[in-house]
């Protein structure tokens, strides 16, 4: 399985700022084995989500050249200490992954 997927949020004012660190290979398909030279199969994150309370945030679709272990930063309103933050992912190989965490208290 997946390492764990990082999300942080902070609060400021009414504003959210969430950031999501999704660890990932992310092989685009055209890098070659360095011992045989076979290429690498590709194996990269195809769709995410990020929802607050069961609500969706963001929906997205990545491609292969996005670089490994991408790093997002979203912004939303309304969300408050205590609410709940899910990110998932589904990738090239069938392989999810699901993390949340609740907002802290600032």
Excluded: C
Aim: glycine letters at 8%.
């Amino acid at each position: 399985m997946a390492e764990a997927i990082k999300i942080r949020a902070t609060l400021q004012g009414d504003i959210a700022e969430i950031r999501v660190l999704m660890p990932h290979p992310m092989e685009t398909g055209q890098r070659k084995d360095p011992e045989n030279g076979k290429p690498i199969a590709q194996h990269f994150i195809q769709t995410f989500s990020l929802s607050a309370n069961g609500n969706p945030l963001v929906n997205g679709q990545l491609n292969t050249s996005i670089a490994r272990n991408p790093l997002f930063t979203f912004y939303a309103s309304g969300l408050k200490a205590g609410d709940r933050l899910a990110m998932e992912w589904s990738d090239s190989k069938g392989e999810q992954r699901r993390d949340e965490v609740v907002i802290a208290a600032a």
